[in-house]
Structures are given as structure tokens and as C-alpha cells.
């Protein structure tokens, strides 16, 4: 979706009385060599008007959700996105994740501009479980999703959502030569296809709403099938299969659009057949561009065959962010006198978040009497109630919320019996009662009736004060007959999850010292002495690894077998030039190496009883071998000292990289960690990861991919500045041998971003061979006397790299 009125938010902020932290200068676009970005300063999540339970970027504006996916076992929720501002400007495709649809993580930005080709504006998403595709390159299954305007452009991930690249370099597979899009793409089982939707300003020639229709078998191969025509069908269409009354043997398909207008009917392989033209509303939230309910879009592949809802809220705004998404809400079809109704119900895990709970009994509720609610004060709670409506005389009933001793509420949810309205909508009685279910947050309120059939999504900035947290049941005009309700209050959902940090030890982390924040790097760490950032797991024999990147800290490093408060041992790079192993009062061994600020280094600790033997830089022997029994299991963690440093693949697995044997490693430029799938390099210019092990004449050789970017290479014969030979992949569609100054030769052949090769090199003398995959022939065979012998490495050029299973022979 498109948004025009990008100084709405920051106008309603200043109204307010609100001070935006953002500035209002125009948002800027990525860069490859750091994709992905986490350009999020820390929060508590605890600002006001921020929901407690309902997702809201971390900083930053969001508008239409965007690719909703459940894959590999978490569910993924993209968003149409300014990171930059408050207002709508140069959209990114945001991103979090959740195990339960209730408990979000910010994650670093998925779909960037310059990163990624194309206009990033709104589209959906798929899990291609059966590799329709072909993009599988791992264990996980590919994430495909689609964007861009007048026409259609693919992207996938292969490692869950962390890094995406552009199909085909982002070129359009799909051409629609009038104003179009939102694509939006589901699987149709009884025709074996992929079908998608895409919003477009054209009927038979004339500007006019509705969506082209498509199909394909494999998700990159499109066929125009057909066009669903309708004027009230403008942008981010949704076209999902579901059971009517629950019944998997009778479904149904529905169509719908940004404003919550749908209809039912029937998809026969190429055409989508209405029961009925008018379209039905959903959900009776203020359904514009910015509103309270707009652009909602459905779940790909959720258990158990879910249908899983979430909408853009617009008029929630804070202090650092613009907009919120609903509470995630299942849908439902069900039979009634007019025809197949949808029906939305909040999904069940919301009960995670519950406690407190009061139950209030059956009453009347005399006009000027008695509140049923008195004495319960709460901030984000739910309220279930049924009210007999049948038996009850009063024309008003209502529900004040976030009530203050002078009887105001911030907002008052009124059923009116003479009009049958809820809100001053119409809702359904079941047997002449009113069922009723209330989620209030602090900057968004959910209403749900009549088994859901009654949906109303508002933003409404309540007071959190602790005397504006009343709740009062009224009756005006007579007695309202309550037949009960309940009460639960409802925690907070933010912060159990990690945003950047990469590790197998699980999300649940304590900052014990020190200041700990969210990084592109990974988990930052700040301290005045030593700071301990602790993890839940334990351990006491085995391997503990990760990557720690120095700025201002005089060290840091890896904690393992320490108690709650990070009593244990600690093995950290320290810049007064050594690796050391220390525990409370004793440094028990170092090695003097050189250590300098602003430098990353890889530690790895392997242990067995009292023995403890410390790796650095992936070499091969331990710098440190050295026995200690003090500690024989605790906590494993991570360590800052004097300053800041940022920690990264924090593991207790064996893998890393797979390389020959050597010394150590070291890098000339660019930033280079050791994560479980081998050695990533970053780097804007040319950079080089060299080892200590040199050669003349070898075989050298080892998988190589370009993540995002332009090339990575096989470094040899090279002096420590990296300058020698490098044999290259370049994603611009070539392998090529370079030494500085000349290219020495090309090969012409597609390099993906994403994929894997196999690189060889043979150096006999002069004679240099390069060779691509298996195959039996070498891509280059030439010959350079330059370099006659010097040390092997790894090279990575404007992007984001990994290198893995490094061979000489």
C-alpha cells in the first residue's frame, strides 16, 4: 500500500503534547556491506500509550502487515516500514518474530532499500515446504515473498527470515502495465497451484478497482488467469480457504481488501465466482488508510490449517514509533440466515499473558446503582460478560474504561437495546444475550461479540495513572441483568525474546551487571567494571565459542560455569596485548597477543574437568591449556570490562568454521565472525580474512557464497596485507582471477546471491586453475609469475559472505 500522508503521524504526535525523539529529515536506505541493519534504539517498551500486548515497531513508523508467514517453527510477521522517522517515507519491510503470536522480538530489518531492488511497498508472503521453487539451499524451508509496483518481483531467505535475496537480481516476474500492487500469493490444494492476487487500476481498459488474478507451479513462473473486478476492492487483497462452521469437507474461499470488506465464494483454478457481490465489513474500526483497522492480511501455513489474522492500527502514536497491529485474531466462517459470515476471536494463547483473574456474579445493575467492577483497577486487562439482554430494561448498557473518581473514562463501549447497537454498530443476540469480550491495552481497545460475527478494532489513548484505572458497569433508562463476567489482567509481552544475538542457548538471558542493548552486531554490553550478561543454561564439560568485537572496553569475552551473579570463569581478549583466563581473585593463565581496539576476535573454550583449554581466532592448537577445579558447572554467559564490546554466535556446539589447520587467523579489513554455518565477512571494499599457513604450489579449495553483495573470493600466495591472488565470485555473473593491478581472467557465468559453490584452485609454478563445482574442466587456466608463494585466505568485496569447508591439498 501506498501512503501519501507522511506528516500525518508527527502533526498528530505535536497534538498530542508529545516530543518526538525521531527527527522528521527524510529516511535513508541501507547499504549492503551491513545488511541486515537494527537501527533501533533501546526500550523498555513501557512509554505511554505503548500496547503491552499488541506488536509496535521498536522505533520507527509501520504500516501494513506485510508477508505473514509460520515457518520453521516461529511465526514471522513483516511490516511495511520507515525505521527513520515517524512519519511514512522510503519503505523497509520490518520484521519480528514470535513462538506464540502473542510474544513479538524485533528483528533487524528484512527487505531494504539499495539493499534490495525494487519499490519494497506491501505483499505477501509463502513457506515453500515442498521446494516448489527450487530456492532451497539448507535444512530450513525457503520463505518466498512479493513486493514491488506495477508488476511483481520475488524474494526468499533460506536461514529463517535472518537475510533475503532478490530472485533474478529483483527483475519484475510478472508485468502489469497499469498502477498495481499488494501482491498477495496462497496455495491452491484441489488445483496442485500457487494462486495470487494483486490490486490494480484497471477494467477492460477503464481505471477501475479490482485484482488481477495468477498461477503458477513453482512460484517464479507466472500466467495471467483472470481479473476480479469490484469497486469497492482498492489495495491489499487477501484471498485465503476456509472451513465453513468448522467443517474441513465444506470450505469456502474469501476475497478481501484493505478496508476489511469481503465476499465468499468459490476459486474454480482461474477465476474467483462471488455468492454474493456486496461485500460484507469485517471489522467496524475506522477502515482508511491510517485508521484503526486497514491492510490486514492473513498467515501462510499456520498449524494445524489456522487462519490467522493482523491489520494495521494507524492513529497509535508515541514518543518513538507511528502505528500498531491488532491482536492477532483466528478466523471463522460460519452459516447464518444472510449467508457465510466471517467471525474473528482473539487467539488463545492471549491467556499466557493472564493473571489476576475476578470473576463478578450474576446481578442486576440498577440505573445509579451499584458497580459491579468497583475496586478493580488495572491498566491492560480483558473483560468477558454476558448480559441478558431479554430480561433487561434499561435502554443503555455500557462499560466505562479507565474510569477516575469523577466518573470521565477514557473511553465509554455502549450497547443501545432500541437500535440493537454495540458502539453504534449492529450486533447479533444469541437467545437475547449479549456476549461480550473487552481487550484493553493502553493505546488500543478490541471488542468482540456474538461468537465473533461482532468485531470493532480502536486506538484510544488511555491514562495509565493509578486514578484513571477504574472500570465501571452502568445502566441508563432501567436494570441491565448481568449473568457474569471475568476479569483478568494482562501482562506485559515485551522482552523474551533476542533480537540480534545469535546462539543455541535460548531466550531467556539476564543482564546480572552492566548495560546490555540490542545491536546489528549482536548483544552490546557496557560496563564501568566487569558486566555479566548471563544466560539460564549451564553446562560443565564441552565446547562454549563465540565472536567478540572490542570498541572502547579494555576486555571482553566468554563466562561459563558461573553462579547467578557471574562467579565462575571468564576468558576474554583483553587490549593490554593477551588472552586471559581468569575466575574471582585469581588470573589463572594468559598468552600475549596483540589486541586492538576495534578489532573482532573468535574465542573458543573446550572443557574437561579441571582442564580448560582456550582457541583464539579459529587456530587450530589452544593459546591456553590449563587446569583449574574451582568451578565444575554453571552459567554460560558473556563478560565487558571498562568500557563497550558487542558479543556475537555465543554456542556451545562444535561447529564454526571447517578449515585446514593453522595458527590463527587474521583480517587486513572488513569485519569477519565465525557463526555455526562457517566464517562471515562484511566489508565495503575490498577485505581479506588471511591465515598463517602458506604455500607455493597446492590445491585450495572450499564453499563460497555472496549472502548480499558483490563477490567473494579465494585468496593465496598473499603477503599479510591480502595482496596476492584471489580467485572470485561475482554476482554480476562471473568467476574471475585477479591480482592487484590486473585482472589475470573471467569466466562468464550466472553467481546467485545466496548460493553455495565450490570453488578449486590449482597453483603449479606459474600455471593457475581455477575450477567451478564439479565440473571436470577448469573455468580459467592461465598463467602470472608475480606471486610466487605467500599465505591463504579468504576475500570479501562489497557485501556480506560465508565461507566454509576450506581444503588444501
Same mark, same amino acid.
Given at each position: 500500500?501506498?501512503?501519501?500522508?507522511?506528516?500525518?503521524? %508527527?502533526?498528530?504526535?505535536?497534538?498530542?503534547?508529545?516530543?518526538?525523539?525521531?527527527?522528521?529529515?527524510?529516511?535513508?536506505?541501507?547499504?549492503?556491506?551491513?545488511?541486515?541493519?537494527?537501527?533501533?534504539?533501546?526500550?523498555?517498551?513501557?512509554?505511554?500509550?505503548?500496547?503491552?500486548?499488541?506488536?509496535?515497531?521498536?522505533?520507527?513508523?509501520?504500516?501494513?502487515?506485510?508477508?505473514?508467514?509460520?515457518?520453521?517453527?516461529?511465526?514471522?510477521?513483516?511490516?511495511?516500514?520507515?525505521?527513520?522517522?515517524?512519519?511514512?517515507?522510503?519503505?523497509?519491510?520490518?520484521?519480528?518474530?514470535?513462538?506464540?503470536?502473542?510474544?513479538?522480538?524485533?528483528?533487524?530489518?528484512?527487505?531494504?532499500?539499495?539493499?534490495?531492488?525494487?519499490?519494497? @511497498?506491501?505483499?505477501?508472503?509463502?513457506?515453500?515446504?515442498?521446494?516448489?521453487?527450487?530456492?532451497?539451499?539448507?535444512?530450513?524451508?525457503?520463505?518466498?515473498?512479493?513486493?514491488?509496483?506495477?508488476?511483481?518481483?520475488?524474494?526468499?531467505?533460506?536461514?529463517?527470515?535472518?537475510?533475503?535475496?532478490?530472485?533474478?537480481?529483483?527483475?519484475?516476474?510478472?508485468?502489469?502495465?497499469?498502477?498495481?500492487?499488494?501482491?498477495?500469493?496462497?496455495?491452491?490444494?484441489?488445483?496442485?497451484?500457487?494462486?495470487?492476487?494483486?490490486?490494480?487500476?484497471?477494467?477492460?481498459?477503464?481505471?477501475?478497482?479490482?485484482?488481477?488474478?495468477?498461477?503458477?507451479?513453482?512460484?517464479?513462473?507466472?500466467?495471467?488467469?483472470?481479473?476480479?473486478?469490484?469497486?469497492?476492492?482498492?489495495?491489499?487483497?487477501?484471498?485465503?480457504?476456509?472451513?465453513?462452521?468448522?467443517?474441513?469437507?465444506?470450505?469456502?474461499?474469501?476475497?478481501?481488501?484493505?478496508?476489511?470488506?469481503?465476499?465468499?465464494?468459490?476459486?474454480?483454478?482461474?477465476?474467483?465466482?462471488?455468492?454474493? /457481490?456486496?461485500?460484507?465489513?469485517?471489522?467496524?474500526?475506522?477502515?482508511?488508510?491510517?485508521g484503526t483497522f486497514y491492510a490486514a492480511q492473513?498467515?501462510?501455513?499456520?498449524?494445524?490449517?489456522?487462519?490467522?489474522?493482523?491489520?494495521?492500527?494507524?492513529?497509535?502514536?508515541?514518543?518513538?514509533?507511528?502505528?500498531?497491529?491488532?491482536?492477532?485474531?483466528?478466523?471463522?466462517?460460519?452459516?447464518?440466515?444472510?449467508?457465510?459470515?466471517?467471525?474473528?476471536?482473539?487467539?488463545?494463547?492471549?491467556?499466557?499473558?493472564?493473571?489476576?483473574?475476578?470473576?463478578?456474579?450474576?446481578?442486576?445493575?440498577?440505573?445509579?446503582?451499584?458497580?459491579?467492577?468497583?475496586?478493580?483497577?488495572?491498566?491492560?486487562?480483558?473483560?468477558?460478560?454476558?448480559?441478558?439482554?431479554?430480561?433487561?430494561?434499561?435502554?443503555?448498557?455500557?462499560?466505562?474504561?479507565?474510569?477516575?473518581?469523577?466518573?470521565? /473514562?477514557?473511553?465509554?463501549?455502549?450497547?443501545?437495546?432500541?437500535?440493537?447497537?454495540?458502539?453504534?454498530?449492529?450486533?447479533?443476540?444469541?437467545?437475547?444475550?449479549?456476549?461480550?469480550?473487552?481487550?484493553?491495552?493502553?493505546?488500543?481497545?478490541?471488542?468482540?461479540?456474538?461468537?465473533?460475527?461482532?468485531?470493532?478494532?480502536?486506538?484510544?489513548?488511555?491514562?495509565?495513572?493509578?486514578?484513571?484505572?477504574?472500570?465501571?458497569?452502568?445502566?441508563?433508562?432501567?436494570?441491565?441483568?448481568?449473568?457474569?463476567?471475568?476479569?483478568?489482567? %494482562?501482562?506485559?509481552?515485551?522482552?523474551?525474546?533476542?533480537?540480534?544475538?545469535?546462539?543455541?542457548?535460548?531466550?531467556?538471558?539476564?543482564?546480572?551487571?552492566?548495560?546490555?542493548?540490542?545491536?546489528?552486531?549482536?548483544?552490546?554490553?557496557?560496563?564501568?567494571?566487569?558486566? @555479566?550478561? %548471563?544466560?539460564?543454561?549451564?553446562?560443565?564439560?564441552?565446547?562454549?565459542?563465540?565472536?567478540?568485537?572490542?570498541?572502547?572496553?579494555?576486555?571482553?569475552?566468554?563466562?561459563?560455569?558461573?553462579?547467578?551473579?557471574?562467579?565462575?570463569?571468564?576468558?576474554?581478549?583483553?587490549?593490554?596485548?593477551?588472552?586471559?583466563?581468569?575466575?574471582?581473585?585469581?588470573?589463572?593463565?594468559?598468552?600475549?597477543?596483540?589486541?586492538?581496539?576495534?578489532?573482532?576476535?573468535?574465542?573458543?573454550?573446550?572443557?574437561?574437568?579441571?582442564?580448560?583449554?582456550?582457541?583464539?581466532?579459529?587456530?587450530?592448537?589452544?593459546?591456553?591449556?590449563?587446569?583449574?577445579?574451582?568451578y565444575a558447572g554453571g552459567r554460560y554467559g558473556?563478560?565487558?570490562?571498562?568500557?563497550?564490546?558487542? %558479543?556475537?554466535?555465543?554456542?556451545?556446539?562444535?561447529?564454526?568454521?571447517?578449515? @585446514?589447520?593453522?595458527?590463527?587467523?587474521?583480517?587486513?579489513?572488513?569485519?569477519?565472525?565465525?557463526?555455526?554455518?562457517?566464517?562471515?565477512?562484511?566489508?565495503?571494499?575490498?577485505?581479506?580474512?588471511?591465515?598463517?599457513?602458506?604455500?607455493?604450489?597446492?590445491?585450495?579449495?572450499?564453499?563460497?557464497?555472496?549472502?548480499?553483495?558483490?563477490?567473494?573470493?579465494l585468496t593465496f600466495r598473499a603477503n599479510d596485507?591480502?595482496?596476492?591472488?584471489?580467485?572470485?565470485?561475482?554476482?554480476?555473473?562471473?568467476?574471475?582471477?585477479?591480482?592487484?593491478?590486473?585482472?589475470?581472467?573471467?569466466?562468464?557465468?550466472?553467481?546467485?546471491?545466496?548460493?553455495?559453490?565450490?570453488?578449486?584452485?590449482?597453483?603449479?609454478?606459474?600455471?593457475?586453475?581455477?575450477?567451478?563445482?564439479?565440473?571436470?574442466?577448469?573455468?580459467?587456466?592461465?598463467?602470472?609469475?608475480?606471486?610466487?608463494?605467500?599465505?591463504?585466505?579468504?576475500?570479501?568485496?562489497?557485501?556480506?559472505?560465508?565461507?566454509?569447508?576450506?581444503?588444501?591439498?
Amino acid at each position: 500500500m501506498r501512503v501519501r500522508r507522511r506528516a500525518q503521524a %508527527l502533526v498528530i504526535a505535536l497534538v498530542l503534547g508529545l516530543s518526538p525523539v525521531l527527527s522528521a529529515a527524510p529516511a535513508s536506505a541501507g547499504e549492503v556491506w551491513n545488511y541486515p541493519e537494527f537501527p533501533y534504539q533501546p526500550t523498555t517498551y513501557t512509554e505511554p500509550y505503548r500496547g503491552q500486548f499488541h506488536f509496535s515497531s521498536q522505533q520507527g513508523w509501520m504500516n501494513d502487515p506485510n508477508g505473514l508467514v509460520y515457518a520453521n517453527g516461529e511465526y514471522h510477521f513483516f511490516y511495511q516500514h520507515n525505521p527513520h522517522g515517524l512519519a511514512w517515507d522510503t519503505m523497509h519491510w520490518g520484521h519480528a518474530t514470535s513462538p506464540d503470536l502473542v510474544h513479538w522480538t524485533q528483528k533487524p530489518i528484512a527487505l531494504e532499500p539499495d539493499v534490495h531492488p525494487g519499490t519494497l @511497498f506491501s505483499g505477501g508472503g509463502v513457506v515453500d515446504k515442498d521446494n516448489t521453487s527450487g530456492l532451497r539451499t539448507g535444512s530450513d524451508d525457503p520463505i518466498v515473498v512479493f513486493a514491488n509496483t506495477d508488476g511483481v518481483s520475488v524474494y526468499y531467505s533460506n536461514d529463517n527470515g535472518r537475510t533475503f535475496q532478490a530472485y533474478d537480481k529483483g527483475r519484475k516476474r510478472i508485468d502489469i502495465p497499469v498502477q498495481s500492487r499488494d501482491p498477495k500469493v496462497t496455495w491452491d490444494a484441489a488445483h496442485k497451484q500457487w494462486v495470487m492476487v494483486v490490486w490494480s487500476e484497471n477494467d477492460g481498459g477503464n481505471h477501475g478497482n479490482g485484482v488481477e488474478i495468477y498461477t503458477s507451479p513453482n512460484l517464479l513462473d507466472w500466467t495471467h488467469a483472470g481479473r476480479y473486478s469490484a469497486d469497492w476492492l482498492f489495495e491489499c487483497p487477501d484471498l485465503f480457504q476456509i472451513p465453513v462452521d468448522g467443517d474441513p469437507n465444506r470450505k469456502k474461499w474469501v476475497l478481501t481488501t484493505a478496508s476489511g470488506k469481503y465476499v465468499v465464494g468459490d476459486f474454480d483454478g482461474t477465476g474467483f465466482h462471488a455468492d454474493d /457481490a456486496d461485500p460484507q465489513l469485517m471489522d467496524f474500526g475506522s477502515n482508511y488508510a491510517g485508521g484503526t483497522f486497514y491492510a490486514a492480511q492473513t498467515f501462510n501455513n499456520a498449524p494445524e490449517g489456522r487462519i490467522v489474522q493482523m491489520a494495521w492500527q494507524g492513529g497509535n502514536v508515541g514518543s518513538t514509533w507511528t502505528g500498531n497491529a491488532s491482536f492477532p485474531a483466528e478466523l471463522g466462517l460460519v452459516s447464518t440466515p444472510e449467508g457465510p459470515r466471517i467471525t474473528r476471536t482473539p487467539v488463545d494463547a492471549l491467556s499466557s499473558l493472564a493473571s489476576g483473574r475476578k470473576e463478578v456474579k450474576k446481578q442486576s445493575v440498577k440505573e445509579g446503582g451499584a458497580n459491579p467492577f468497583k475496586g478493580i483497577q488495572a491498566d491492560t486487562y480483558e473483560i468477558s460478560a454476558t448480559v441478558d439482554v431479554a430480561r433487561s430494561t434499561a435502554q443503555r448498557i455500557a462499560f466505562g474504561l479507565h474510569v477516575r473518581s469523577d466518573g470521565t /473514562a477514557d473511553r465509554t463501549v455502549v450497547y443501545d437495546k432500541a437500535a440493537g447497537t454495540l458502539d453504534g454498530h449492529p450486533v447479533g443476540l444469541e437467545n437475547g444475550k449479549l456476549d461480550l469480550r473487552l481487550l484493553v491495552d493502553r493505546g488500543q481497545l478490541e471488542v468482540f461479540a456474538n461468537g465473533g460475527q461482532y468485531s470493532l478494532s480502536d486506538n484510544v489513548n488511555f491514562d495509565s495513572a493509578a486514578g484513571s484505572q477504574g472500570i465501571r458497569l452502568y445502566a441508563q433508562g432501567g436494570t441491565a441483568k448481568l449473568d457474569g463476567a471475568v476479569f483478568r489482567r %494482562l501482562n506485559s509481552s515485551w522482552g523474551t525474546g533476542r533480537s540480534t544475538l545469535e546462539t543455541d542457548l535460548g531466550d531467556r538471558w539476564n543482564a546480572v551487571s552492566g548495560s546490555w542493548t540490542d545491536v546489528s552486531g549482536g548483544k552490546q554490553g557496557r560496563g564501568s567494571g566487569n558486566g @555479566f550478561y %548471563l544466560s539460564t543454561r549451564t553446562g560443565g564439560d564441552g565446547t562454549y565459542q563465540g565472536d567478540v568485537s572490542l570498541d572502547t572496553a579494555q576486555a571482553a569475552g566468554l563466562t561459563f560455569r558461573a553462579d547467578d551473579k557471574g562467579a565462575g570463569y571468564t576468558v576474554n581478549v583483553d587490549t593490554e596485548g593477551k588472552v586471559k583466563l581468569w575466575r574471582p581473585g585469581r588470573d589463572i593463565a594468559t598468552y600475549d597477543t596483540p589486541i586492538a581496539a576495534g578489532s573482532t576476535h573468535h574465542l573458543k573454550v573446550t572443557t574437561e574437568g579441571s582442564r580448560i583449554r582456550v582457541f583464539l581466532d579459529n587456530g587450530t592448537d589452544p593459546v591456553i591449556d590449563a587446569t583449574d577445579d574451582t568451578y565444575a558447572g554453571g552459567r554460560y554467559g558473556a563478560n565487558v570490562f571498562n568500557g563497550t564490546a558487542t %558479543l556475537q554466535n555465543l554456542d556451545t556446539g562444535g561447529a564454526g568454521l571447517d578449515a @585446514f589447520p593453522t595458527a590463527k587467523w587474521a583480517p587486513t579489513a572488513g569485519t569477519w565472525t565465525t557463526a555455526t554455518d562457517g566464517l562471515h565477512g562484511s566489508s565495503t571494499g575490498d577485505g581479506f580474512y588471511l591465515s598463517e599457513r602458506t604455500g607455493d604450489d597446492f590445491t585450495y579449495e572450499g564453499g563460497l557464497s555472496v549472502t548480499n553483495g558483490t563477490a567473494t573470493g579465494l585468496t593465496f600466495r598473499a603477503n599479510d596485507k591480502g595482496e596476492g591472488y584471489t580467485a572470485t565470485l561475482d554476482t554480476s555473473g562471473q568467476v574471475k582471477l585477479w591480482r592487484p593491478g590486473k585482472d589475470l581472467a573471467t569466466h562468464d557465468t550466472p553467481v546467485a546471491e545466496g548460493r553455495t559453490y565450490h570453488v578449486k584452485v590449482r597453483a603449479e609454478g606459474d600455471r593457475i586453475r581455477v575450477w567451478l563445482g564439479d565440473d571436470a574442466t577448469p573455468v580459467i587456466d592461465t598463467t602470472d609469475g608475480t606471486y610466487r608463494s605467500g599465505r591463504f585466505g579468504v576475500n570479501a568485496y562489497h557485501g556480506n559472505i560465508v565461507a566454509q569447508h576450506l581444503r588444501i591439498g
